[in-house]
T-cell receptor, first 112, second 113 residues
Framework: DAGVIQSPRHEVTEMGQEVTLRCKPI?????LFWYRQTMMRGLELLIY????????DSGMPEDRFSAKMPNASFSTLKIQPSEPRDSAVYFC??????????FGPGTRLTVL | EDQVTQSPEALRLQEGESSSLNCSYT??????LFWYRQDPGKGPEFLFT???AGEEKEKERLKATLTKKESFLHITAPKPEDSATYLC??????????????FGAGTRLAVHP
């Protein structure tokens, strides 16, 4: 298995632009997680899907952030409009229910 | 509120110098405690899951232990390739089937030859 796949690996954009991050979970996993990692706040859970349904989005910082999972093999995290404080590494992870989560390589986002 | 505290924040060891990393947690009910390793520029990599006090798991030079309030990651005779950030996470008993992990801030380990 190729593991969790994320794209792009690096994204540099200007404030106000729309950013879309993509994730392909491990085949067969039915739980998918989006995290954000910064030096100041560490690893924070943004949103969690189970069987393609969002279960808890209480970690999404504000309405500028949205996430979708149209099918079991694809998810997106969108930021519109982006701001400099959104600069971070965004990770996608997947798992079977209650088992260990497997993380992707991350997308390093820089908003200028 | 569920919380995870890791100590020390950073640890510098000489090759072969054994030590332990600490993960203290406060959680209403613990389903599992997870250890991950993260190398610079990469995603966290799963190491161990512990489910009950007294449980131990080993992998090469690493051994994880669990009590009712904390977990330790013991590193025996470390090598430079063990240098990484080690993350601890707790999984509370699920509410409504919720599979959440709460991560600590991590311990940055540097092993020098």
């Amino acid at each position: 298995d190729a593991g969790v796949i994320q794209s792009p690996r690096h994204e540099v954009t200007e404030m106000g632009q729309e950013v879309t991050l993509r994730c392909k979970p491990i085949s067969g996993h039915n739980s998918l997680f989006w995290y954000r990692q910064t030096m100041m706040r560490g690893l924070e859970l943004l949103i969690y899907f189970n069987n393609n349904v969002p279960i808890d989005d209480s970690g999404m910082p504000e309405d500028r952030f949205s996430a979708k999972m149209p099918n079991a093999s694809f998810s997106t995290l969108k930021i519109q409009p982006s701001e400099p404080r959104d600069s971070a590494v965004y990770f996608c992870a997947s798992s079977f229910p209650f088992d260990e989560q497997f993380f992707g390589p991350g997308t390093r986002l820089t908003v200028l | 509120e569920d919380q995870v505290t890791q100590s020390p924040e950073a640890l510098r060891l000489q090759e072969g110098e054994s030590s332990s990393l600490n993960c203290s947690y406060t959680v209403s009910g613990l389903r599992g405690l997870f250890w991950y390793r993260q190398d610079p520029g990469k995603g966290p990599e799963f190491l161990f899951t512990l489910y009950s006090a007294g449980e131990e798991k080993e992998k090469e030079r690493l051994k994880a232990t669990l009590t009712k309030k904390e977990s330790f990651l013991h590193i025996t005779a470390p090598k430079p390739e063990d240098s990484a950030t080690y993350l601890c996470a707790v999984q509370p008993f699920p509410s409504g089937g919720y599979n959440k992990l709460i991560f600590g801030a991590g311990t940055r380990l540097a092993v020098h030859p």
